[in-house]
């Protein structure tokens, strides 16, 4: 099927073969395009799957919390034990053959450009002309790592979530945890319970919610982030849209002090982390916001052996900015063997750089059904902003191809407008 390289113009080219990708492909399938010849899907993966084949094998699909079915495929009843990147690939691939989608693989695309004559494709394997294109391609290649002072001084292991494969290679090292959101509370219980001592640090107080997690909480969550997309803002990270969800399966650990945020990472030192947080004796804990009621007194949490008292002053001489913890005029550095960044993701868009499409702001305008790129006509979104979860996604994929189809029947005056 490569002859999609030889020039000839295709309606549209889908980018990505995840959920929002597959889900655009069987509705513009479903609408009367013709696969290979009116449309193609290109991705970057050896095989089915999208992200979830990356997964470590310890995420089970229980674990997951699931996944929105993809149109016209129920999922039937997976085992909740089971890998889901096992589940997920296996589902992705048969969907693929029992519609037939025209996925092409392994090609990972480089740029997208535009003129008159429609869009270009810039791929490892040629180019591909298409009159609009369906940008599908999520998150998971563009992990975020914030940058703290003194990290390229720090002698330990650095990793992301994205590259972690077992929480059983941890085993005795004491691992910095970094992030707010719920993947952190996920590994910092998958570490502890593979031997390793997990300390967590967040930005700010943890979002604890007690709220439930239902369909209306789904639908406010859409329409906060897409408030930001429709003005041009940088999508939040998941956890600031949706809160942490404040339940049995976290109270456990948090009464014992697991699960409670040693306060903000400050910066580095060679062998630990300086925290504005609790001292070896375990007093000091910052607030962990809704959480305190479960948390109980701070004298009655577990400190941190090893601590050591940093003073601003001693700081300051060491290079780094000078802060205040809650000891007053001084900090705590903890030691640490590995740093790991639960700090999430960005959405995945270096392709589109050369169409001009980011604001200012950083983000990417998006238009009031949350797929359309205003400032360039033809040019789809599907994944981006508030369709970043499996259940957006699959909204946002046939969002973006009703729409592509809307714009290849415009006439072409209307189109360029």
Not at 275 to 302: F, I, V
Not at 332 to 348: C, K, S, Y
Not at 364 to 383: K, S
């Amino acid at each position: 099927m490569d002859d999609v390289f030889d020039g000839r113009m295709l309606r549209v080219v889908v980018i990505g073969a995840g959920q929002a990708g597959l889900s655009a492909a069987y509705y513009l399938s479903a609408r009367g395009l013709v696969p290979w010849e009116d449309f193609v899907v290109l991705d970057a993966n050896d095989g089915p799957g999208g992200a979830w084949r990356h997964r470590w094998d310890s995420l089970t699909f229980g674990g997951a919390h699931g996944i929105h079915p993809l149109p016209a495929a129920p999922l039937d009843d997976p085992d909740p034990a089971e890998p889901a990147n096992r589940i997920v690939p296996r589902y992705y691939g048969a969907y693929e053959h029992r519609f037939a989608l025209p996925v092409l693989r392994p090609v990972r695309v480089t740029a997208v450009t535009h003129d008159v004559d429609g869009f270009a494709v810039v791929t490892d394997r040629g180019r591909v002309a298409a009159a609009s294109v369906i940008s599908a391609t999520g998150t998971w290649d563009s992990p975020y790592i914030p940058h703290y002072p003194g990290i390229d001084r720090f002698l330990g292991r650095r990793l992301h979530t994205r590259d972690f494969r077992s929480a059983q290679e941890f085993r005795g090292e004491r691992v910095l945890v970094v992030g707010g959101g719920t993947s952190a509370l996920q590994f910092i219980q998958q570490l502890a319970a593979h031997g390793a001592d997990p300390v967590w640090t967040t930005r700010r107080t943890p979002q604890w919610t007690a709220r439930r997690f239902d369909a209306q909480w789904g639908l406010d969550v859409e329409r906060s982030v897409s408030a930001r997309t429709r003005q041009g803002l940088p999508p939040l990270s998941v956890s600031a849209a949706t809160g942490i969800p404040l339940h049995d399966l976290y109270a456990p650990d948090i009464a014992s002090g697991l699960l409670v945020s040693r306060g903000p990472l400050v910066h580095f030192t060679a062998h630990g982390a300086v925290l504005d947080g609790p001292g070896p004796d375990g007093t000091g804990y910052p607030s962990q916001g809704p959480a305190d009621r479960l948390a109980g007194q701070p004298a009655t949490l577990p400190g941190r052996p090893g601590a050591r008292r940093i003073r601003v002053a001693e700081e300051t001489r060491d290079g780094d900015a000078p802060g205040t913890g809650t000891g007053g005029d001084a900090l705590w550095e903890t030691p640490i063997d590995t740093v790991l960044w639960a700090t999430g993701f960005r959405p995945h868009v270096p392709h589109l750089r050369g169409l001009g499409v980011r604001e200012r702001t950083g983000g990417i305008l998006m238009g009031d059904d949350g797929v359309t790129v205003p400032r360039m006509p033809g040019l789809f979104l599907a994944g981006y902003g508030a369709s970043a979860s499996t259940l957006g996604a699959t909204r946002a994929g046939r969002r973006a191809a009703m729409a592509a189809l809307r714009f290849a029947r415009q006439p072409a005056g209307d189109a360029a407008a």
